[in-house]
């Protein structure tokens, strides 16, 4: 069953035929949508939103991601699935996130030259030579000397960046704090 949180406070799921979706509020409510009871009209329109909405989530990457590692995510997605391939990319789990988009990728282009697309071919050799999931794959390489460097520098910017955006000085706030 797959179960997303929306705002934390309602949750759905789909049933193992994938043809009921139940939804449920944080405080015990619960309805729902049976899929052969909508309107021809209505379903078209979910399976267009539904598809729209998983070809446009792959351009959610984080923040340092370029305009071209977004548009090469929605590429890698949309061809994957007008090639009648499966709804999660290969090796992928229901519901998880693809980590290579973000930082990831980011620390793949640092250190090698990698855009996106050859930083998910590594991350596939890698977890078919391995036998590894998706999620290992990425530990892995996060694990390596050089991208783990690489990554520490991006959480380093990343953090540095969020902290100059508050206005914030750490020692008059804690002058202030402190009563001195």
Do not use: C
Not at 77 to 97: D, H, I, M, S, T
């Amino acid at each position: 069953m797959a179960v997303k949180n929306l705002e934390r406070a309602i949750t759905f799921e789909t049933n193992e035929e994938g043809d009921v979706l139940t939804f449920r509020s944080a405080y015990g409510a619960v309805t729902r949508i049976a899929l052969d009871k909508l309107s021809p009209e209505a379903r078209r329109a979910g399976l267009a939103f539904g598809v729209a909405r998983k070809v446009t989530n792959a351009a959610a990457l984080d923040a340092g991601a370029s305009i071209e590692d977004k548009w090469e995510a929605v590429l890698a997605v949309a061809e994957r699935l007008q090639a009648g391939g499966e709804w999660n990319a290969p090796g992928k789990a229901k519901g998880e996130r693809g980590a290579t988009g973000g930082m990831l990728a980011e620390a793949f282009r640092r250190v090698y030259g990698d855009d996106v697309a050859r930083t998910e071919a590594t991350l596939a050799r890698t977890m078919e030579k391995k036998g590894l999931t998706r999620a290992k794959a990425v530990a892995f390489w996060s694990g390596t000397d050089k991208i783990a460097e690489a990554l520490a520098a991006i959480k380093i910017e990343r953090a540095t960046k969020a902290a100059a955006g508050t206005g914030l000085n750490a020692d008059e706030e804690l002058a202030a704090m402190r009563g001195d």
